[in-house]
């Protein structure tokens, strides 16, 4: 079966550095992407990775390791506004997007 | 304005009602999806179309149907909802070939069924 892994929920401190992990199994793969989300909200896009590396978007950065099955969310200089959850997707073979539960961010001041 | 909005945004029926949510785009995409989200669950694909004539079916599409009555619009319709249908019900679009095909989500529809 497919499957997408990601922590349920992290805390992190305003103002520090929060890397969200995701690894996933699926059939095929077309490209990952981040979402963002806050609570009661729509999803909305981050980034995109389809190439092995490191991309970079202002505060956040999103790494893919395609031989490892692996990413990650590098979120930088936190603020409280970050505080939502954060989905990890990837298209599959079929061209279909298979989501994790999602990360939920806790921001402390 | 939004590019992608549904009605309604909140709804609550009973256990056996016919309704039916809408999703409509001034992206000008080809492609539209609905999903619902379930706390703890990822987000499932309900239906998904990639243009008028083409509705596919997705992981979850017992007890829903979907008509694609034009570009721009896509409706998602319980035929006898059941409780087990409480959910966050979101629709989607993409643009074939541009953009990475990203998918850009409608503000949401919250279904109550009891």
């Known amino acids: 079966g497919q499957n997408i892994d990601q922590p349920t929920e992290m805390t992190a401190t305003e103002g520090a550095i929060v890397q969200i992990n995701c690894t996933y199994q699926t059939s095929g793969f077309n490209g990952l992407f981040w979402y963002q989300q806050h609570a009661g909200e729509a999803p909305t896009f981050l980034s995109y990775n389809v190439l092995d590396g490191l991309e970079e978007k202002g505060r956040f950065s999103s790494f893919l390791s395609r031989s490892k099955g692996y990413s990650y969310l590098l979120l930088k200089e936190l603020q409280m506004k970050d505080s939502a959850s954060y989905l990890c997707?990837?298209?599959?073979?079929?061209?279909?997007?298979?989501w994790g539960a999602g990360t939920k961010l806790i921001i402390k001041p | 304005d939004a590019d992608v909005t549904q009605t309604p945004r909140n709804r609550i029926t009973k256990t056996g009602k016919r309704i039916m949510l809408e999703c409509s785009q001034t992206k000008g995409h080809d492609r539209m999806y609905w999903y619902r989200q379930d706390p703890g669950l990822g987000l499932r694909l309900i239906y998904y179309?990639?243009?008028?004539?083409?509705?596919n079916k997705g992981e979850i599409s017992d007890g829903y149907s979907v008509s694609r009555q034009a570009q721009a619009k896509f409706s998602l319709s319980l035929e006898s909802a059941i409780p087990n249908q409480t959910a966050l019900y979101f629709c989607?679009?993409?643009?074939?070939?541009?953009?990475?095909?990203?998918?850009?989500f409608g503000p949401g529809t919250r279904l109550l069924v009891l």
């Open positions: 179309s990639f243009d008028v004539k083409d509705i």
């Open positions: 997707a990837v298209r599959d073979s079929n061209y279909q997007l298979i």
């Open positions: 989607a679009t993409s643009d074939l070939g541009h953009d990475q095909e990203t998918q850009y």
